[in-house]
């Protein structure tokens, strides 16, 4: 298998956008930049998907970098969307337009996209699994796996199930990892115990790890003055043995100057700094409302009837939540104006729960409804307007 030779991967879910309210606008010639800061220091993994970016990622993959480097010298890796097919013929179709998107021949890494147990049986009801296991004989796909946000013994029965998938994708940061919800550990132990190597997405738990409560932070920055917050949730998946990639979706240059220095020559954590960030992921989960990863799969994969912003505004809630000053929300400002753009507000939901049985996180996304809606609705000025 080609695992590069660097630990770090670029995930293209995350990229600039020159609107934030509009996921398709994405900042290309900034993109750009930063593809030509990556590629320079000598990282090559590039990861994409069918529906990120409101389905606009693989074909500004396809762009900023397929069309502007030899093809050997990166690695493209894409997934299918098994939620989202209604049939056999649909995956076909997707597959061979993700080649045209990316302007690819071949895919060197592909993978079944969120393989839990709703998506395994959609899988297999369509015949995906043969069919890829077919563009691989083919050579249209290099390395087959799938990634994976369920827990550890489904895990355990796909790789039984299905031994020749060559590669796992998990959600893997020192905040989950004894999370019981999420099971990064016991899920990263089922992948040592069959033998296939890891790709760690969430390294930073969509941004969550990046900005830590000041008396956890000035702890980590007393072991390691000159370390961010984001490199130490970096670091401490990348130390992992079984781990290949740890995928970082950056979205400005200060990220990709931060990701892409300290993990050119990278160094595993000691012991005592493994220590150090499982002690503070403790403290953490005392902290954070609302455990969302931005993954967008709530909006993506599934709709919700009312348009509702679920990842948009659970951020916006728990930044809230944090906020320190007693006199100014932006927060609340962002809220109104997405509510004021015609999208859903949160008093909107009408507990259909179409979102939370795509969510990975497992959130109870309708009973948070009524919270946001008293934390950013009510008493907010902002909205009568
Ligand atoms: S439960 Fe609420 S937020 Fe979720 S899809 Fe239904 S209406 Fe939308
Ligand atoms: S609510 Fe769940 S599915 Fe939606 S963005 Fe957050 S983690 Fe992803």
């Not at 930044?319 to 999208?343: H, I, Q």
């Amino acid at each position: 298998m080609n695992f590069p030779e660097k630990k770090l991967g670029f995930g293209f879910m995350r990229m600039p956008l020159l609107n934030s309210d509009d996921q398709a606008a994405i900042d290309v010639p900034q993109l750009e930049k930063m593809v030509d800061k990556f590629f320079e220091r000598g990282f090559t993994y590039c990861d994409t998907a069918w529906m990120y970016h409101d389905f606009m990622s693989e074909p500004t993959v396809g762009k900023a970098v397929v069309s502007r480097y030899p093809r050997d010298s990166f690695t493209i890796a894409t997934k299918m969307p098994v939620a989202m097919l209604h049939s056999h013929e649909e995956g076909v179709e997707i597959f061979e337009k993700q080649k045209e998107k990316l302007g690819v021949d071949y895919f060197d890494f592909y993978l079944v996209h969120d393989m839990g147990r709703a998506n395994y049986e959609n899988a297999k009801k369509y015949d995906m699994i043969p069919f890829l296991r077919e563009k691989k004989e083919a050579g249209e796909i290099r390395c087959l796996g799938f990634s994976c946000h369920d827990n550890a013994e489904f895990l355990d029965q796909v790789l039984t199930e299905n031994p020749f998938f060559e590669f796992v994708q998990l959600q893997i940061n020192y905040l989950d990892w004894e999370n019981e919800g999420i099971q990064s550990r016991k899920c990263y132990e089922v992948c040592v115990k069959h033998n296939k190597p890891v790709i760690v997405m969430e390294p930073v738990k969509g941004g969550t790890l990046a900005k830590l409560p000041d008396a956890i932070e000035k702890r980590l920055r007393e072991a390691r003055p000159d370390w961010s917050m984001a490199q130490w949730a970096i670091r401490f998946a990348a130390s992992l043995e079984n781990v290949k990639v740890v995928l970082s979706g950056m979205s400005n240059e200060e990220q990709l100057e931060d990701n892409t220095t300290f993990m050119k020559d990278f160094v595993p954590l000691t012991d005592e700094e493994t220590k150090l960030v499982l002690d503070a992921a403790e403290e953490i989960r005392q902290t954070i409302a609302i455990p969302c990863t931005g993954c967008r799969y709530c909006v993506e994969e599934s709709s919700c009837p009312k348009g509702i912003l679920i990842p948009n505004y659970f951020a916006l809630y728990n930044t809230e939540k944090l906020r320190t000053r007693e006199d100014w929300s932006p927060e609340k400002e962002y809220y109104a104006n997405f509510v004021k753009n015609g999208n859903g507000k949160a008093s909107d939901c009408i507990a259909c729960k179409k979102c939370e049985r795509v969510c990975p996180q497992h959130i109870k996304i309708s009973e948070w409804m009524p919270k946001l809606k008293v934390e950013m609705e009510d008493n907010n000025y902002l909205m009568a307007e």
